[in-house]
């Protein structure tokens, strides 16, 4: 039973109800509470269902203006699916389990597909370096010559490093952005105009939390994830005031410590702070349960830090206390 819908119903019932039904119940209760205390637990419960009640209209309003007050169809069978960075991680993960369930999918990644996605015979592969520009338009050419424009769009390719600033070189952090950042607008020129003309299409872009908060050791990576933020929500602008297109759908998630190959630098500094990092799969599911809503939102995960997004209008101070706990560096880099 949801919140709202159990609290309402005691607080109706322990004001509203006629004494006939109040009276055997209460009967029943007295040994066991007083009646002021049950005069607690009705005000407790009233307040709980009124903030209940202005929480979920304030996210369905969110929801709606998210997704510009229009509904938007998609049918999974014949949407056509471009995920990036789809050699290990969330993009290959997603890649699979589109696959298994009949969509056409089209990945890219700078490395072959591992054989168990290879052999699905609705994935194609195109390999290429997503910071080569030359070689990431031919190859998009290529992508839409061979299957026509691609209707959802995963921007999901990345890659990170702990190491501090002043020990990073210019030519990995400049390798860093153009992949992080620079490919997704890239894909977007691409890609983003045949979905303009139909008024239809599916953006979703793989952020982080670190795009909120980040810390030691990630300033490039953090600003990659900052950067992809303003990307997301100017986009939404211009396709609602520029392009008239307000049934193309935009998501950006922002995920926590998840157990993929990215975090390896910092598995032992997450321990020794005691952070949790959750499973893939865990992480992978309500992202593709809002994929095939076909609905657009922004999703952090897990849910309990939806506090970061707010963060920088905090005190300083508190803003601080926070990055260094969560700091995982160790006093060792690579």
Same mark, same amino acid.
């Given at each position: 039973?949801?919140?709202?819908?159990?609290?309402?119903?005691?607080?109706?019932?322990?004001?509203?109800?006629?004494?006939?039904?109040?009276?055997?119940?209460?009967?029943?209760?007295?040994?066991?509470?007083?009646?002021?205390?049950?005069?607690?637990?009705?005000?407790?419960?009233?307040?709980?269902?009124?903030?209940?009640?202005?929480?979920?209209?304030?996210?369905?309003?969110?929801?709606?203006?998210?997704?510009?007050?229009?509904?938007?169809?998609?049918?999974?069978?014949?949407?056509?699916?471009?995920?990036?960075?789809?050699?290990?991680?969330?993009?290959?993960?997603?890649?699979?389990?589109?696959?298994?369930?009949?969509?056409?999918?089209?990945?890219?990644?700078?490395?072959?597909?591992?054989?168990?996605?290879?052999?699905?015979?609705?994935?194609?592969?195109?390999?290429?370096?997503?910071?080569?520009?030359?070689?990431?338009?031919?190859?998009?050419?290529?992508?839409?010559?061979?299957?026509?424009?691609?209707?959802?769009?995963?921007?999901?390719?990345?890659?990170?490093?702990?190491?501090?600033?002043?020990?990073?070189?210019?030519?990995?952090?400049?390798?860093?952005?153009?992949?992080?950042?620079?490919?997704?607008?890239?894909?977007?020129?691409?890609?983003?105009?045949?979905?303009?003309?139909?008024?239809?299409?599916?953006? %979703?872009?793989? +952020?982080? !939390? /670190?795009?909120?908060?980040?810390?030691?050791?990630?300033?490039? @990576? &953090? *600003?990659?994830?900052?950067?992809?933020?303003?990307?997301?929500?100017?986009?939404?602008?211009?396709?609602?005031?520029?392009?008239?297109?307000?049934?193309?759908?935009?998501?950006?998630?922002?995920?926590?410590?998840?157990?993929?190959?990215?975090?390896?630098?910092?598995?032992?500094?997450?321990?020794?702070?005691?952070?949790?990092? %959750?499973?893939? +799969?865990? !992480? /992978?599911?309500?992202?593709?349960?809002?994929?095939?809503?076909? @609905? &657009? *939102?922004?999703?952090?995960?897990?849910?309990?830090?939806?506090?970061?997004?707010?963060?920088?209008?905090?005190?300083?101070?508190?803003?601080?206390?926070?990055?260094?706990?969560?700091?995982?560096?160790?006093?060792?880099?690579?």
């Amino acid at each position: 039973m949801s919140l709202p819908l159990l609290t309402g119903s005691i607080y109706l019932f322990l004001k509203w109800a006629p004494s006939n039904y109040q009276q055997p119940v209460l009967t029943a209760i007295g040994p066991y509470i007083s009646d002021s205390a049950l005069g607690t637990v009705a005000k407790v419960c009233g307040w709980v269902f009124c903030l209940s009640m202005v929480s979920g209209f304030n996210s369905w309003l969110s929801w709606k203006v998210e997704n510009n007050w229009v509904e938007d169809k998609y049918d999974w069978n014949r949407e056509l699916v471009l995920v990036t960075g789809a050699s290990s991680g969330f993009g290959e993960m997603m890649a699979e389990q589109l696959a298994e369930r009949g969509t056409k999918v089209i990945t890219m990644a700078r490395r072959p597909l591992k054989p168990e996605l290879s052999a699905y015979k609705n994935v194609h592969h195109y390999q290429v370096d997503l910071s080569d520009w030359d070689g990431l338009a031919l190859t998009a050419k290529q992508i839409k010559e061979e299957h026509g424009d691609p209707t959802v769009l995963v921007l999901n390719a990345g890659v990170a490093s702990r190491t501090p600033f002043m020990q990073k070189k210019f030519t990995d952090i400049k390798k860093l952005i153009d992949v992080n950042l620079i490919s997704h607008f890239a894909m977007l020129h691409h890609f983003l105009p045949a979905m303009i003309k139909k008024n239809h299409g599916y953006i %979703m872009s793989i +952020a982080s !939390v /670190v795009g909120y908060l980040s810390m030691t050791g990630l300033c490039d @990576y &953090g *600003t990659t994830k900052s950067g992809m933020v303003a990307l997301h929500e100017t986009l939404r602008q211009e396709l609602r005031h520029v392009h008239k297109a307000n049934k193309i759908r935009t998501s950006i998630i922002h995920t926590g410590w998840t157990k993929t190959a990215i975090i390896d630098d910092w598995e032992k500094g997450l321990k020794e702070r005691g952070q949790i990092t %959750m499973p893939l +799969a865990d !992480v /992978v599911k309500p992202i593709m349960e809002l994929l095939y809503s076909g @609905y &657009g *939102t922004q999703l952090i995960i897990p849910g309990f830090l939806g506090f970061v997004a707010g963060m920088r209008g905090w005190p300083f101070w508190a803003q601080e206390f926070v990055r260094d706990k969560l700091n995982p560096y160790t006093g060792e880099y690579r």
